[in-house]
C-alpha cells in the first residue's frame, strides 16, 4: 500500500485526502437531506464546524487517556498530530460539541443528530480506507486468500499477511450509511435514526476488535473501544425505545384533546 504521493517538495498523504473527502462528503449529505427536510443549513454548518473541532479534541484525549503511561514517559507525545486520533473520541467529542451548538442556538438536537449521523457514517467509510492506505487500525496475522500485506507501513509490520480490518470497517460504515438514509424515509420516529447509528456502529466495532491486533488499550480482557461499544448499544436500544414511548405518549394526548 502506497500512502505517500510526493509532487517535487510537495508530499500528500492518502490518509488525509481519504479524511477530507469524508468531511466533505458528509457535509454535502447533509446538507443535501437538510434541504429535503426543510431545517436551516445555517445551523447545519455551525454543527458542522462545532463537530470537527470537538472530534479533533475528543479523538486526541480519549488518545492520551488510553496512552496515559506512554505521555508520562514521554511528554513529546502530546505534540505529536500525524497519529494518535482514535475513532470514538471523536464521535464522542464531536456529538457533545454538536449539543453544545444546539443548545446555544435553541436548535432540536435530536432532529440534527438524526440528520448527520447517516452522513457521519459514510464519512467514517471514507476514513477506514485511509487507515487501509497508511496501515493504521491493522488486523491480526492470517493465512487466508484475503489477507493484505504492507512493506512500508510505519504502523503494521511489514511482509506479514493481516486481516484487512480497515476494508471490513469500511464496508460496515458505507453499509450502515446507506440503511440509515433509506431507513430515514420511511419518517421514523425522532431519535430512532440516531438509535439505528449506536446500535448497528457499537455492533460491528465490537467483532472488528477482535480481528484487530494494533495496540488500543485495554480494561481487562475487552479493549477500550469494546468497552465503550458495551455503553453506546446501552444507550442506542435506551433511545430506541425512548423515542417509541415518545410517540405514544403524543399520540395519547393528542386523542385526549
Not at 449529505?29 to 464546524?49: M, T, V, Y
Not at 511528554?75 to 464531536?94: A, D, E, K, R
Not at 457499537?202 to 458495551?230: C, K, P, V
Request: one cysteine or more.
Amino acid at each position: 500500500m502506497i500512502n505517500d504521493i510526493t509532487i517535487g517538495p510537495l508530499t500528500i498523504h492518502v490518509y488525509g485526502i481519504m479524511v477530507a473527502v469524508g468531511y466533505m462528503s458528509a457535509l454535502l449529505i447533509s446538507e443535501r437531506r437538510a434541504r429535503k427536510q426543510g431545517l436551516d443549513s445555517d445551523i447545519l454548518f455551525g454543527i458542522f464546524w462545532c463537530a470537527v473541532l470537538g472530534g479533533a479534541a475528543g479523538s486526541k484525549l480519549l488518545y492520551y487517556t488510553v496512552s496515559f503511561k506512554d505521555v508520562l514517559r514521554d511528554p513529546s507525545i502530546l505534540l505529536n498530530f500525524q497519529n494518535g486520533w482514535v475513532v470514538y473520541g471523536g464521535i464522542l467529542g464531536g456529538v457533545a460539541a454538536g449539543w453544545g451548538y444546539c443548545r446555544f442556538k435553541k436548535a432540536d438536537f435530536l432532529t440534527y443528530l438524526d440528520l448527520v449521523l447517516p452522513a457521519v457514517a459514510f464519512a467514517q467509510g471514507c476514513g477506514r480506507i485511509g487507515c487501509f492506505f497508511a496501515g493504521c487500525c491493522y488486523g491480526r496475522e492470517t493465512d487466508s486468500v484475503f489477507g493484505i500485506q504492507y512493506w512500508q507501513s510505519n504502523y503494521a509490520p511489514n511482509g506479514v499477511k493481516l486481516i484487512p480490518t480497515q476494508i471490513y470497517s469500511s464496508i460496515g460504515d458505507f453499509a450502515m450509511a446507506f440503511v440509515l438514509m433509506a431507513y430515514a424515509r420511511k419518517e421514523p420516529q425522532k431519535g430512532r435514526i440516531a438509535a439505528g447509528y449506536c446500535i448497528f456502529y457499537s455492533i460491528g466495532r465490537f467483532f472488528i476488535e477482535m480481528l484487530r491486533n494494533d495496540y488500543r488499550g485495554a480494561f481487562g480482557f475487552l479493549s477500550t473501544s469494546q468497552l465503550i461499544s458495551i455503553l453506546i448499544l446501552a444507550v442506542g436500544i435506551g433511545l430506541f425505545v425512548w423515542a417509541g414511548k415518545q410517540t405514544e405518549e403524543n399520540k395519547e394526548t393528542w386523542t385526549g384533546i
